[in-house]
């Protein structure tokens, strides 16, 4: 066949030879220098065939051969995925194709090299990651799992490899966090539970993303698990800790504090100098008793919002913001301070309405403390483009800047004699983060030295 078509392409120069001679004996014949007969002439024009199909046969051969040649190399290279240079003799063309099927099979082994250089290296730094890491594609099916992954859903590697993710790990929480992870163009975030409630149950803390072509076509999907169970077991039982020690205190504070109240109720028998140090007592005791009260609501609400306890229904905000100044309003007159509320009747989101009261009822304590007298606090509440804010702004001295990030942690006070001296207990503002937070929100500060400073509250939309 190839030698059919290698006559095709060389035909119209044999024609042209052919008619070229053919014209040359007609001159001839017609000047009456060569004498030829029919006969003659007609053996003449054989002759003539005979040697240009010769010529036709000789010229195919120099074509073919080498044209052979290069084909059955640059096929073995392609195939048996080999360096191997096709070595090729005869014309320059046929040369010059060769050398360049060689540069051609050198830049595809040196790509293929780096290609292959490239995965190893990926594949180690994926293999020695702590994180599971797994790779599924549309349809859930496994595309990659690396040992951790394996080791943490307690499966094998190998055999998990190709399979969908209902057949190798049968978790509901899983397959819903996998299907969450492929329907949002989000990056998601979860917890999974497996072999929950027996004795070696495994918590995983999961991220998931979409995996993307160059075309920005979704592939699947990529999720790394970290095993958490340990550091939340830790977690617990500090919580458990907390609760009940302070859950402990409780009675040993009041017994004090009773015992100090019907000795200060006796004026007669008591010296000054006893009685102010009962005073004194009295007073810790009751900073002591706040600081506890603090600690337990802090591990309920903690306790509630990682059993998922805490009910969210769709409430008007203005309501719960109202009895929240409502329960501030004595603290305020006491100091002057007039606060105001700016917020739209209909204006709705789904809350815990005594929590989300507690959390504004804490920020207005710290703004009326630490407002000066006869100024304003103005509580505002909007729905923006992205979420429902809620603000609480004061005109106090201001909070140094080095101090907001910090400002949300527990017992973290700026100025510990004077928090002391106002009987704040350091742990206001991490019960408004932790309630806030189990609104699925979360909460800012922003203040300038001596001109105020503003607390805000965003919650999702409903």
Known sequence: MRNKKLVWLLLPKQIAIFVVVTAVFSWFAAQD????????????????????????????????GPLGSITRQALSAAENDTSELILVSGCEEMIGLAQALNRMITSKEARMLEAMNQRNELETVVSSMVEGVIAFDRDANILYMNDAAACQLDVSRFEAQGGNILEVVRNIDLLRFIQKTLEMTEPVEGTVVL??????????????AQLGGNDKKQLGALVVCNDVTRLLRLENLRRDFVANVSHELKTPI?????????????????PPHS????????????????????????????????????????????EVLAEAIESCATRAAEKTIAIGLDCPDDLTARINPPLLEQAV??????????????????????????????????????????????????????????????????????????????????????????????????????
């Open 361 to 462: 009822s804490n920020l207005l304590d710290n703004a009326i403390k630490y407002s000066r007298t006869g100024s304003a606090v103005h509580v505002t509440a909007a729905n923006t483009a992205e979420a429902i804010s809620i603000t609480v702004a004061d005109t106090g001295p201001g909070i140094p800047e080095q101090h907001l990030p910090r400002l949300f942690e527990r017992f973290y006070v700026i100025d510990k004699a004077r928090s002391r001296k106002m009987g704040g207990t350091g742990l206001g503002l991490a019960i408004v983060k932790h309630i806030v937070q189990s609104h699925g929100g979360q909460i800012t500060a922003a203040s300038k030295i001596g001109q105020g400073s503003t607390f805000t509250i965003t919650l999702p939309r409903i």
């Open 254 to 270: 009041t017994a004090i504090k009773g015992y100090v109240e019907t000795l200060l109720q006796d004026d007669e028998e008591i």
């Open 275 to 318: 009685r102010e140090f009962l005073a004194i007592v009295l007073k810790q005791a009751n900073r002591l008793q706040a600081i506890v009260e603090d600690l337990l609501t802090l591990s309920r609400i903690e306790q509630e919002s990682r059993r998922e306890e805490i009910r969210l229904s769709p409430g008007l905000l203005k």
């Open 195 to 208: 072999n929950r409630g027996r004795d070696d149950e495994r918590i995983l803390q999961m991220h998931g």
């Open 33 to 64: 220098l060569l004498k030829f007969e029919v006969a003659e002439l007609v053996l003449v024009f054989l002759f003539a065939s005979a040697v240009f199909a010769l010529f036709n046969y000789l010229a195919i051969r120099q074509v073919s």
